[in-house]
């Protein structure tokens, strides 16, 4: 998880964390500029996604900090979406607990 402890990826694949803010240097930043200086830049992301779930380690427990590396290093929604439905169904209280039990035994059913 991005921005969380001390060892969190600083290289996401995600071109407006990669790229100066407007608020730090207000100059006019080209499309290709952008590009080739800040997300083909080697420096950590000056815009920290602070939260954002990247892909993580692969097999072997391995991972690669690099914007080039999205297989490990793209920021996506799909990995945190089932926390957040079962935090939500929780949420009810012991009504949700339930319902949400009863969830996981039809799917462990098919």
């Known amino acids: 998880m991005v ?11 995600h071109r407006a964390a990669s790229i ?3 608020k730090e240097n207000s100059s006019f930043i080209s499309c290709r500029g952008g590009y080739y200086t800040w997300f083909g830049g080697q420096q950590s992301d000056p815009n920290v996604l ?3 779930l990247v892909g993580g380690p692969d097999q072997n427990d391995n991972f690669v900090d690099g914007r080039d ?5 793209e920021p996506t929604t799909y990995n945190n ?18 319902v949400l039990l009863d969830a996981i035994s039809l799917v462990c059913v098919f």
Not at 82 to 98: C, F, K, S, T, Y
């Open 81 to 98: 979406s089932p926390m957040v439905g079962v935090l939500a169904r929780l949420q009810g209280g012991n009504a949700g607990i339930i």
């Open 20 to 22: 100066v803010s407007y």
């Open 50 to 52: 602070v939260g954002a």
């Open 69 to 73: 590396n999205y297989q490990q290093t």
């Open 3 to 13: 921005g969380y402890g001390t060892n969190y990826p600083r290289q996401v694949h």
